[in-house]
Every structure is written in C-alpha cells, then in structure tokens.
C-alpha cells in the first residue's frame, strides 16, 4: 500500500507471535500486512518459551520473553517456542476496522481460535498513537495491557517506535522496554 497520507493517519504498533510453524507465518504475515496498511518498520525476531503468568503457570496464549533475536529461520530449542515480533504502521483506519483486518489476516492464515496453545499466527493491536480504547467495561484494550508488563511485546516495540509515547503512561517503548529488560 502507498504511504497513507489520509487524514487522521496515525502510527499502530502491532505486535505478531507464533508458536506453530512460525518461520512460515511471520513471514507471510509480513506480506499481507504490507497490503493492508502502509507498513514502515519492523523489529528483529525475538525467540523463547512461554512467559508465566501472575500465578506462576505457563499462559499458552501468551507469547515469549524475548530471550534472544534471531534469523527469520525455524527455531527448534525446546517443546514450546514462541517468535515475537513487533511492526510500526501508518493507518487512519478506526480501531474496530483495524481489529477485523487482523482478524481476517490471522484466518486466512490459519488461526483456529477452538485449538488453544497451537497459534500460527497472532496480531495484536499493542498501541496507537495517542489513543485510549476502552471496552464496553472501560477494561483498557489499547494500548495492550501487555505493553508495560511483558517483554514480548515491550521490547519488539521499542525497537520499531522508541520514542512514541504509551498513552497512559507518558513514557516512551524504550524506556518500558528497559525497565523490563
């Protein structure tokens, strides 16, 4: 897609992971999201097992703590190896249109939310630019709860928007990432 010049057009840091065939998924993610919105950096490939969750058991929808960055290769260390990336994207596209791209993006390239703990592919809206999206609760949805907890989604971001600012924090991806590092 051109550059989106469109009114309104603000920078979505997206988070992707993988736990099943992840050196096919990512990739392809890649390309879809190049079509569907303008696409401006991505990180490096973060590789490792599941991150625990508050009580101390592995979270199989939870993507890994970056342990280490990798070529875009298959990984074979361990049974359960999450890939985690993030990408920085230029949309003026609302955030319910946004989710249901990426809901079509995760489908057509295989993720069956009935198999939970096998995710091919997993897209999340992790931060846009500015905003504060809130459920029909007012539980926070964006930016994602994970960005200022876990080092999947911290550090990949940092990398592709260091100094864009997490809306309710007012601190920058780098300095997030750092204090989870």
Request: net charge negative; charged share 25%; proline share 8%.
């Given at each position: ?13 997206l ?14 993610a890649?390309e ?55 990408v ?45 999206i ?48």
């Amino acid at each position: 897609m051109p550059r989106d010049t469109r009114e309104g057009a603000r920078r979505v840091v997206l988070g992707l992971g993988s736990n099943h065939h992840a050196e096919k998924a990512i990739p392809e993610a890649l390309e879809l999201l190049g079509y569907e919105f303008d696409l401006l950096v991505k990180s490096s490939r973060y590789v490792g097992p599941p991150e625990l969750d508050s009580g101390g058991k592995h979270d199989q929808e939870a993507a890994a703590s970056p342990v280490a960055a990798t070529a875009d290769g298959p990984v074979t260390e361990g049974p359960v190896v999450y890939s985690n990336m993030a990408v920085l994207v230029r949309t003026a596209e609302s955030y319910g249109d946004i989710k249901a791209t990426l809901h079509a993006l995760e489908e057509e390239l295989g993720r069956d939310r009935s198999t939970p703990g096998v995710v091919p592919i997993d897209i999340d809206i992790l931060l846009i630019e500015g905003e504060i999206i809130r459920s029909s609760s007012k539980k926070v949805l964006v930016p994602h709860p994970d960005l200022t907890t876990k080092r999947h989604a911290a550090i990949p971001s940092s990398e592709v928007a260091p100094a864009l600012r997490h809306p309710l924090t007012g601190a920058r991806l780098a300095e997030i990432a750092a204090e989870l590092a």
